[in-house]
C-alpha cells in the first residue's frame, strides 16, 4: 500500500507564538480548537485502514472518531464527528465547547487527504484513510516535509493544493509482511512527483496496539515476537513464510524501486546494463541472512554481502555479468533460493538455487535482469536448467563429493570426500549400498551412480544421495559405476576405485566405466571417489593398471515391467521380476545375457493379449506391450550358438488364479490360454548342461478346455449374510481356496473370479457384480462354474442344511450376456449331472440335514455359458450350524466333498 506522508512545516510554526482559540470549519462544518503552546505543535500521524464496519477510530489517547455512515451517493465517502479527548485537561472555561463536535464532517476513502485536528492541549493529529478488507490504525512516523501556513489554518491539506508551498519529495510505504500475531514490516522510500524512487529509507517494524493502533517497534523486537512457538501438546512448530526483496542499480536509470518474490527486477529489450543490487530477507521466522555476490566487467568477483548491502559498482559505468546468491543460518534448513539472468544476446536462462552461478564469464555480455524467489524445501515446481555460459575452463569455486557405504555388521558409515575411504580394509565386510552427493556446486549438475548387486545385477541410476543397492538383504555389491551430468560435467571428471575381495585395490575408473568384479561372486570392501578437473592429470593407479575384472561365465540379469509401476530393477538368475500378490498384470520384459562369446545368445518372445505370440526378440530388447494396457499371457525363452550346446535356459511364470506354474525350458512355453489370465511374474536360471534341474517340471502351461471357475460368492463391500461378527464373503473365500488346493493337486486347471476379499467388478452395483462373475468365466471359455454361497433365513434360527441349485428358464428373467446358451440342453442336462455329483458328496461327508436340489433362475446360472451350479453350505442364521461353518476343519470337511464331487463328474 502507498501513501504520502505530509507534515507542518516546522521552520513556519516556530514564527507563530501563539495560536488562538478559534473554530474552523472541515468540509460540512465541524470544530476544532487550538491552545496557546511555545515553539513548534507537537504532530500525532496516523493511517486509517477501513473495512466498513468499525463505527470508531481511536487515535490512541488523542481523539476518537465516531463514524455513523456512509455517504449514499459516495461509498467512499466517510460521515462522522471527531472527539478530542485532550479535552479533559484544560480547564472549562477556557473550552467553552469541548468534546464532541455536534457537526458531523465527511472523510474521504482515498488514501490521500490528510485530516488535521488541533487537539486542546495545542497537539497536532493528522490522518487519513484507506479502504481495504481489514480494519485498523497505523501511527506514523513523522516527515520534515512542509505545508502552508494557510493549509494549517484549515486544518486539511489536500494534495494538489497550493502545490507549489508543497516539497516534490514524497514520502511512500509498502507493506512487505503482515503475520497472524499483528506484527508488521513496511518499507520506506521517497519518490518524486512522477512516482520515481529517489531514496530507499530501510525498513520498519509494527505490532498492533491493544486500541487497534499499530506502534513501530526495534527489528530485535519484531524477531523476538515472531520466533517459532512449540505447543504444549505437540512439538509441531509453527513458522511465517519469508519473502525475498532486491533491486538493481541500472545504467542510464539508477535505482529501481525494489520488486519481491520473483518479480522481474531490471530491463529487457532496451540494452541497459545491471550494475549493482541489493537483496534482503522480509518477514517470516527464521533467522539467518541471503548472501550474494557479483561479477563485474574488469574487477571479476566481488566480495560477498548480504541483507541489503550493495553489490557490484557504482559510478563506473561497468557491466555485471553474473550473480551468485545462497541463504545462510536457520532460513537455509528450511529454504532454497532460486534465480535466473537475463543476458545479453541470450535472453533469460533457466532457475538455479543455491549458490549457483548465472550469468556468462569470458563472454563481455551484461547482465540485464534478473529474478529471485525462495521456495520451501521438498518444492520441485520450479525446474532448474543451464544458467552459466563462459568460454572458460574453471569455476571460481571447486564442487566438493561426499559419499558412504553401508556396510556388512556396521551399517551406514560417517560421510567422506574427495578421494577419502569408504568402507573397511581388511575385514572381509561387504558393502552393501552407497549413497554420493555433490556440495559447493558453482553450476548445475548432478553425481549418477548405479551398482552391481549380488543375484540382481545392475541397480537403475541413483541421483544425489540416493541409496544405490540393497538393505536388509545382506547382499554383496561387486561394482559400481559414476558418471557427471549437466553443466558440471563440462569441468570436472569423476575418478572412483573399489577395493575388491581377492584382487585388493583395482585401477581407476572414471565417467560411467564399471569398477569391481562381475560374475566372480567377489564383494566390494571399500570404495575411493574423487573429482579432477577437466585436462589435469588422474590419481595414480597404484599397483593395478585393471579397475574391472569380468568372468567368462554368462550373466543373466532380466526385468519386467507391471501395470502401474513399469520397469521394475533388474534382477539375476533365479530372482522373481515381477509381482504377486499386488493383482497387476505382467505386459513386457527383456532378457540380457553377458560375459559370453558373440556367437552366442539368447532370444524370448511373449504372448500378448489380443495379439498373440510376438515375434523373437533378444539382447535386452523389450517383448511385449508398453501403454497398450494388455496383459502378457505366456513367454518363451531360449538360447543360441555355443552357450545353448553348455547350458539350458529354464523360466516360469506367476499366472492369476494358478499362482506359480511349473518349469519350462528351452523354448517351450510357459502361461496360459485363457484370455481372461494375467502373467503376474516370472523366473529365469541358467544352468549348466548335466546339472540338476529346478523343480516341479511340466504343467508349465495351461490349455484352455476343463477349466474349473469357482465363484466365492460376494465380496468387498457386498459382504452376504453377517451374523455374530462373521461373515459370508470371508468363508465363501476360505472353501473355495481349499478347493482350488484340493483339485490343483489333482492336476485339474482352477480359476477363481476372486482370491482376495475385494469387488470382482470394482462397482458397488450388485447387477454389475454377478454379470462381471459370469463374463470371466464365459471369457476363459471354462469347462464349469461352480459357485459357493452360505445360507440365511433372517432370524428363523432352527432352519439348517445344505441346498443346490442349477439353473432352471424363469419368463420375464431373460439373460443379458447369454442368449445363446441359457437353454442349450446339454448345459442344462450337464448342470443337474454336476448339481447331483457335488450335492451327493456334500450330504455323504458332512451328515448334514438334505434341503434339496432346485432349479432357479440366479444370475450366475442364468448367464455363464457351461454347466453351472450355486451352493449354500449351511445356514449361518442358524447359531449351532454357523459354529460348524466358521471352523478351518469343518471348512476342510466342506472342500473336500465340493472337489470330490467335481471330480466325479468328470470321471
Known amino acids: 500500500m502507498e501513501r504520502m506522508i505530509v507534515l507542518l512545516n516546522k521552520g513556519l510554526c516556530v514564527l507563530l507564538c501563539f495560536l488562538l482559540l478559534i473554530p474552523t470549519f472541515f468540509g460540512g462544518g465541524g470544530w476544532a480548537y487550538a491552545t496557546e503552546v511555545e515553539g513548534t505543535p507537537e504532530e500525532f500521524h496516523y493511517e486509517v485502514t477501513y473495512d466498513g464496519i468499525v463505527t470508531e477510530v481511536v487515535f490512541g489517547d488523542k481523539g476518537v472518531l465516531h463514524l455513523s455512515d456512509l455517504d449514499a451517493d459516495n461509498s467512499d465517502l466517510l460521515i462522522g464527528t471527531f472527539e478530542d479527548l485532550t479535552s479533559e485537561d484544560i480547564a472549562a472555561e477556557t473550552l467553552p465547547e469541548a468534546g464532541t463536535s455536534e457537526v458531523k464532517e465527511e472523510f474521504l476513502l482515498d488514501g490521500l487527504t490528510k485530516y488535521k485536528k488541533v487537539l486542546s492541549t495545542g497537539e497536532v493529529l493528522v490522518f487519513s484513510f484507506v479502504k481495504g478488507d481489514t480494519y485498523f490504525v497505523e501511527a506514523l512516523a513523522q516527515s520534515v516535509e512542509t505545508v502552508s501556513e494557510a493549509e494549517i489554518s484549515d486544518g486539511v491539506?489536500?494534495?494538489?493544493?497550493?502545490?507549489?508551498?508543497?516539497?516534490?519529495?514524497?514520502?511512500?510505504?509498502?507493506?512487505?509482511?503482515?503475520?497472524?500475531?499483528?506484527?508488521?514490516?513496511?518499507?520506506?522510500?521517497?519518490?518524486d512527483e512522477t512516482g520515481q524512487e529517489l531514496s530507499d529509507l530501510g525498513l520498519r517494524y509494527y505490532r498492533t496496539a491493544d486500541?487497534?493502533?499499530?506502534?513501530?517497534?526495534?527489528?530485535?523486537?519484531?524477531?523476538?515476537?515472531?520466533?517459532?512457538?512449540?505447543?504444549?501438546?505437540?512439538?509441531?512448530?509453527?513458522?511465517?513464510?519469508?519473502?525475498?526483496?532486491?533491486?538493481?542499480?541500472?545504467?542510464?536509470?539508477?535505482?529501481?524501486?525494489?520488486?519481491?518474490?520473483?518479480?522481474?527486477?531490471?530491463?529487457?529489450?532496451?540494452?541497459?546494463?545491471?550494475?549493482?543490487?541489493?537483496?534482503?530477507?522480509?518477514?517470516g521466522s527464521y533467522t539467518g541472512s541471503i548472501v550474494y555476490s557479483a561479477h563485474v566487467q574488469n574487477e571479476g568477483w566481488m566480495s560477498p554481502q548480504k541483507d541489503d548491502a550493495i553489490s557490484g559498482s557504482l559510478g563506473k559505468s561497468q557491466r555485471m555479468e553474473a550473480i551468485q546468491i545462497s541463504l545462510s543460518g536457520a532460513i537455509a534448513e528450511a529454504y532454497d533460493v532460486y534465480y535466473r539472468v537475463h543476458i545479453q544476446d541470450i535472453g533469460w536462462t533457466a532457475y538455479t538455487s543455491n549458490g549457483k552461478l548465472a550469468g556468462s564469464a569470458g563472454m563481455a555480455k551484461r547482465l540485464e535482469a534478473m529474478e529471485v524467489k525462495l521456495v520451501k524445501k521438498g518444492d520441485s515446481s520450479i525446474t532448474t536448467g543451464k544458467a552459466f555460459y563462459s568460454a572458460q575452463t574453471t569455476l571460481p569455486t571447486t564442487p566438493v563429493i561426499t559419499y558412504s557405504s553401508h556396510v556388512q555388521n556396521i551399517g551406514w558409515q560417517s560421510e567422506v570426500k574427495d578421494g577419502a575411504i569408504s568402507g573397511t580394509v581388511g575385514f572381509s565386510q561387504r558393502v552393501e549400498a552407497v549413497r554420493m552427493q555433490l556440495g559447493?556446486?558453482?553450476?548445475?549438475?548432478?553425481?549418477?551412480?548405479?551398482?552391481?548387486?549380488?543375484?540382481?545385477?545392475?541397480?537403475?541410476?541413483?541421483?544425489?544421495?540416493?541409496?544405490?543397492?540393497?538393505?536388509?538383504?545382506?547382499?554383496?555389491?561387486?561394482a559400481i559405476e559414476a558418471k557427471l551430468s549437466g553443466d558440471i560435467a563440462a569441468y570436472y571428471d569423476v575418478y572412483y576405485s573399489v577395493y575388491s575381495e581377492s584382487y585388493g585395490w583395482l585401477a581407476w575408473a572414471k565417467n560411467g566405466e564399471p569398477a569391481g568384479t562381475e560374475g566372480l561372486a567377489k564383494r566390494v570392501e571399500a570404495l575411493k571417489v574423487v573429482l579432477v578437473q577437466k585436462g589435469k592429470s588422474a590419481p595414480s593407479s597404484g599397483s593395478t593398471n585393471i579397475a574391472f575384472v569380468k568372468s567368462e561365465k554368462p550373466v543373466l540379469a532380466y526385468q519386467a515391467h507391471v501395470q502401474d509401476y513399469g520397469w521394475l530393477p533388474k534382477v539375476a538368475d533365479g530372482i522373481l521380476s515381477g509381482t504377486v500378490g499386488k493383482a497387476k498384470q505382467l505386459e513386457a520384459l527383456r532378457i540380457s545375457l553377458t560375459g559370453m562369446n558373440a556367437s552366442s545368445g539368447i532370444s524370448y518372445r511373449t504372448n500378448v493379449e489380443d495379439r498373440g505370440w510376438m515375434p523373437w526378440t533378444s539382447n535386452?530388447?523389450?517383448?511385449?506391450?508398453?501403454?497398450?494396457?494388455?496383459?502378457?499371457?505366456?513367454?518363451?525363452?531360449?538360447?543360441?550358438?555355443?552357450?545353448?550346446?553348455?547350458?539350458?535356459?529354464?523360466?516360469?511364470?506367476?499366472?492369476?488364479?494358478?499362482?506359480?506354474?511349473?518349469?519350462?525350458?528351452?523354448?517351450?512355453?510357459?502361461?496360459?490360454?485363457?484370455?481372461?489370465?494375467?502373467?503376474?511374474?516370472?523366473?529365469?536360471?541358467?544352468?549348466?548342461?548335466?546339472?540338476?534341474?529346478?523343480?516341479?517340471?511340466?504343467?508349465?502351461?495351461?490349455?484352455?478346455?476343463?477349466?474349473?471357475?469357482?465363484?466365492?460368492?460376494?465380496?468387498?463391500?457386498?459382504?452376504?449374510?453377517?451374523?455374530?461378527?462373521?461373515?459370508?464373503?470371508?468363508?465363501?473365500?476360505?472353501?473355495?481356496l481349499k478347493v482350488k488346493a484340493i483339485l490343483e493337486a489333482k492336476g485339474y486347471n482352477v480359476a477363481m473370479t476372486r482370491t482376495r476379499d475385494v469387488s470382482v467388478s470394482g462397482t458397488k452395483n450388485l447387477s454389475t457384480e454377478l454379470l462381471a462373475r459370469a463374463a470371466m468365466a464365459n471369457a476363459a471359455n471354462a469347462d464349469i462354474f461352480v459357485s459357493i454361497h452360505h445360507n440365511s433365513a433372517g432370524y428363523a434360527s432352527s432352519i439348517k442344511g445344505i441346498e443346490t441349485f442349477y439353473y432352471g428358464y424363469y419368463a420375464g428373467w431373460e439373460p443379458e450376456i447369454n442368449q445363446s446358451m441359457h437353454l442349450d440342453p446339454e448345459r442344462l442336462a450337464n448342470s443337474v449331472t454336476l448339481a447331483n455329483k457335488i450335492h451327493s458328496s456334500l450330504i455323504n461327508s458332512t451328515n448334514a440335514y438334505d434341503r434339496g436340489i432346485f432349479d432357479e433362475t440366479f444370475a450366475v446360472l442364468r448367464e455363464t455359458a457351461m454347466p453351472s451350479v450355486l451352493l449354500e453350505l449351511g445356514f449361518m442364521s442358524n447359531a449351532t450350524e454357523l459354529a460348524k461353518l466358521a471352523t478351518d476343519s469343518y471348512q476342510n470337511i466342506l472342500a473336500q466333498a465340493v472337489a470330490n464331487g467335481i471330480i466325479h463328474y468328470y470321471r
Open 157 to 191: 491539506v489536500q494534495e494538489g493544493d497550493t502545490k507549489a508551498d508543497i516539497s516534490t519529495e514524497i514520502e511512500q510505504s509498502e507493506t512487505i509482511a503482515t503475520n497472524d500475531n499483528g506484527t508488521s514490516v513496511k518499507r520506506l522510500f521517497v519518490v
Open 211 to 283: 486500541d487497534g493502533t499499530h506502534v513501530e517497534i526495534t527489528q530485535a523486537e519484531y524477531d523476538q515476537l515472531n520466533q517459532p512457538t512449540t505447543a504444549l501438546t505437540s512439538t509441531l512448530v509453527t513458522q511465517t513464510a519469508p519473502s525475498v526483496v532486491y533491486s538493481t542499480h541500472i545504467q542510464n536509470i539508477g535505482w529501481q524501486k525494489n520488486v519481491s518474490d520473483g518479480t522481474m527486477a531490471g530491463t529487457t529489450g532496451l540494452g541497459l546494463r545491471l550494475e549493482a543490487m541489493k537483496l534482503a530477507l522480509s518477514g
Open 440 to 478: 559447493q556446486m558453482a553450476v548445475e549438475g548432478n553425481i549418477q551412480y548405479r551398482v552391481n548387486v549380488q543375484d540382481a545385477g545392475w541397480t537403475e541410476w541413483s541421483t544425489n544421495g540416493q541409496i544405490a543397492g540393497t538393505l536388509g538383504q545382506a547382499k554383496r555389491v561387486e
Open 620 to 736: 535386452d530388447t523389450i517383448s511385449g506391450t508398453i501403454g497398450e494396457g494388455k496383459k502378457a499371457k505366456a513367454i518363451q525363452i531360449q538360447l543360441s550358438g555355443t552357450l545353448a550346446e553348455s547350458y539350458d535356459i529354464y523360466y516360469r511364470v506367476h499366472a492369476q488364479n494358478y499362482g506359480w506354474l511349473g518349469w519350462a525350458k528351452n523354448g517351450e512355453s510357459a502361461g496360459v490360454e485363457l484370455s481372461n489370465t494375467r502373467l503376474e511374474a516370472y523366473e529365469v536360471k541358467l544352468i549348466k548342461k548335466g546339472q540338476a534341474a529346478p523343480t516341479p517340471m511340466g504343467n508349465s502351461y495351461i490349455e484352455a478346455g476343463q477349466l474349473i471357475y469357482l465363484d466365492p460368492g460376494h465380496g468387498g463391500w457386498d459382504s452376504g449374510a453377517s451374523f455374530s461378527g462373521i461373515h459370508e464373503k470371508t468363508i465363501n473365500l476360505k472353501v473355495a
